[in-house]
């Protein structure tokens, strides 16, 4: 598959030849189920977007049954910017319904499935995504990362997922799940790819008041000869499998022969981000989808009164895990629980916070793993406690509010990938790319 950058030069006609030839390969693969829809009407490079991102006139599900017949009246601003430059819109990638989840089995639409193995998911909620840039199906992706949702796919599937800092990418026409949490990001073949992308969707949008009054572009600095200060974590990686040790153990080694100082340092048990995470996620998930009431979106069950409508239409439209977080929400908002949990969650959040930002005090980046193992079997994580506990390594990055990408390291003995991430301060992006592509360089992991 062509490269972004590469993307970037071809004449009309062999983009629209490479457009053709890009819808045959999609539709010869059915089985992986990466696409929810494509569509190669359109001038411009064809990207790959996640269902719950709004392009103009196409449909936009958020992988749920809820949102059917649903078709967006605006674009995202990322749309636009992409346009702008010359991007456009090709298909719609599956996801776990609402971006809840880490596996893509929770879609509307059924799973998708992992390119370096069938019976693996592809990791979520950005799976789709993952697994069409994976598979040869894209040249690039966009995601949505509320808890790891952009890197935890990647890494599952062997490809570059990089989580902006809040705030830098604009959320105006991205579905809401944890509003204080997502950011769209992108998902390349490569960390220049990367960097290119980040450079046309970040930038200050007004409409969305969360948006940081900053216009910094990372790719005419780039340099991945910038020797760094990078911190390991020795005892907050013992959670994790002996595959992703093992990459961890290789990537710092590469960072050395880079001539990077490695600083180590600690991090707290990462138990109490799970606690906060799920709390602060799931309370701003229940405010976010109340919206959903079968009068102004999608599908609408018509009950014996109006009431009777928005219960039938709620319990129908919406999946289990869905359910459960929206019950799970409306409890730890609830008079009499919303100190003991949500002030709490609210409270270890800042500490995760000063945690952080004492730990940037003294060095550049961080690295880390972006789950504790490789990508699981279908059906492996079927307990929702499980899957929740398998985001540790990823969640706390979205509480901080901080950048980090995840990029692949090695592979198992089965062939599988491995990825790690690296994390940085907020708005240092141009540090963690330029981290990143020494990194990649040193590695020099293939696909294969
Ligand atoms: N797995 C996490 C969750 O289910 C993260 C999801 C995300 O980043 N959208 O909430």
Known sequence: MITLKEALSLSKEELNKFKEDLKAKIEARPELN??????????????????????KDWSVTSGSNILQGYISPYNATV???????????????NMDEFAMGSTTESSF?????????EDCVPGGSSGGSAAAVAAGLAIAALGSDTGGSIRQPAAFCGIVGMKPTYGRVSRYGLGAYASSLD???PMTQNVEDAAILYDIISGHDDKDSTSADMNDKVCDKLDANRKLRIAVLPKYIENASKDVKNAYAKAVQALKDLGHTIVEKEMMDAKYDISAYYITATAEASTNLARYDGIRYGNRVVGKNLEDTFIQTRSNGFGDEVKRRILLGNFVLSSGYYEAYYVKAQKTRHIIK????KIFEDVDLILSPVAPTVANKFGELSNPMDMYLSDLYTISVNLAGLPALALPI????????VGLQLIANAYNEQTLFDGAL???KQINYTNQ
């Open 354 to 357: 000063d945690e952080y930002s």
């Open 109 to 117: 639409y059924g799973k998708t499935l992992n390119p370096h193995a």
């Open 438 to 440: 020494g990194l990649e």
């Open 183 to 185: 950011q769209i990001g």
């Open 410 to 417: 090695s592979k198992t003995e089965n062939n599988m990938p």
């Open 79 to 93: 749309i636009n910017k992409m346009a702008s430059a010359g991007l456009t819109p090709f298909g719609r990638t």
């Open 34 to 55: 990466a696409y929810i829809d494509v569509n190669n009407a359109g001038d411009g490079i064809p990207i790959a977007i996640k269902d719950n991102i709004q392009v």
